[in-house]
């Protein structure tokens, strides 16, 4: 028997498979997260840990489960919280849950490329604040999307779902990323690949799709927002330091660019306080994947990577 730690609370349809599967089960069991104190102590003897994107999986803590650690499962895609080297040198197998979440999150990207291009978070904060409102002609205008360009970072499965929804809306696509789109996913988008620059200049949407590594840390600052039309809008649904930051806060005030939809941040649960000042900024609290569909398909596909390597076998979503 197999002792299985479920660091974080996740949907019980997860836990049954893991139980299903003959294990002993440690599971969290509070939304609240534990310190990392508790942590260390939790995994310790853990032969599978199933981890959540808030907490980090380092050495310190691989080391604290002990060398008969054989699997660590996320319930996120993101992986940047897990030092993947670090379980590698350990033999320790790393998976996440690709594919599940790609058109929970699409629909998030779409909902802020709406909310951000027609000011609907200024428009929803008004009647909330009981301001004073008429129809106008000139009140509250947006830029509509037909005819305009989305340009992705990353057409990866959420990039071309994102792509497909804009598409429907009327925008032309244009994308950067490190490898070129199959032909077939690139006629059906009517997408093509062009470089950062020119995505820079040409989009009216940026929205990022791309891993966070430390090759994309600040990949969005003060030269690209520079570079970008002053009636842009740019839109993070990936992880929160693509952008920075400081720079974007400095970009919406000096009309740099026109505006932002941000479903994650820099120094996430924090928000720069720049950004609670800017009007033309949409902040939702990391809502990407945040459907119960989405989270017990997430939790199950990470019960279903333990399981397979604890019985020696092949995980459906290995990291690499
Ligand atoms: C959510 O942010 C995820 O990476 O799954
Ligand atoms: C993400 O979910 C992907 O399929 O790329």
């Avoid at 691989?62 to 030092?83: F, H, M, P, S, T």
């Avoid at 430390?214 to 330091?241: D, Y």
């Avoid at 505006?259 to 990391?286: M, R, S, T």
Wanted: charged share 20%.
């Amino acid at each position: 028997m197999s002792r299985v730690v479920v660091t974080g609370k996740i949907p019980k349809p997860g836990l049954d498979i893991l139980r299903r599967d003959g294990h002993e089960v440690v599971a969290w069991d509070s939304e609240d997260q534990q310190s990392r104190e508790q942590l260390l102590e939790q995994v310790r003897g853990a032969d599978a840990l199933v981890t959540l994107l808030t907490e980090k999986v380092d050495a310190e803590l691989l080391d604290a489960a002990g060398e008969q650690l054989k699997v660590v499962a996320n319930v996120a895609v993101g992986y940047n919280n897990i030092d993947v080297d670090a379980c590698s040198a350990r033999g320790v197998v790393a998976t996440n849950t690709p594919g599940v979440l790609t058109d929970a999150t699409a629909d998030i990207a779409m909902a802020l490329i709406l909310m951000s291009t027609r000011r609907l978070g200024e428009g929803e904060r008004i009647i909330r604040s009981q301001t004073p409102w008429q129809w106008g002609m000139f009140y509250l205008l947006g830029s509509g999307l037909q005819h305009k360009t989305l340009g992705v970072v990353g057409l990866g499965g959420i990039g071309a779902a994102t792509a497909r929804r804009a598409k429907a809306f009327g925008m032309n696509i244009i994308y950067s990323s490190r490898s070129q789109a199959p032909r077939e996913l690139e006629s059906e988008l009517g997408a093509h690949r062009v470089d950062m620059d020119t995505l820079l200049a040409e989009s009216d949407v940026l929205s990022l799709h791309c891993p966070y590594s430390p090759s994309t840390h600040h990949l969005l600052s003060t030269e690209q927002f520079a570079a970008m039309k002053n009636t842009a809008h740019v839109v993070n649904t990936a992880r929160g330091p693509v952008i920075d930051e400081a720079a974007l806060v400095e970009a919406l005030k000096s009309g740099e660019i026109a505006g932002a939809g941000l479903d994650v941040f820099e120094d996430e649960p924090a928000v720069h306080p720049g950004l609670l000042e800017c009007e033309n900024a949409v902040l939702l609290p990391h809502l990407g994947s945040a459907t119960v569909e989405t989270r017990t398909a997430m939790a199950t596909l990470a019960a279903d990577n333990v399981v397979a390597v604890l019985a020696g076998g092949e995980p459906p979503t290995p990291i690499r």
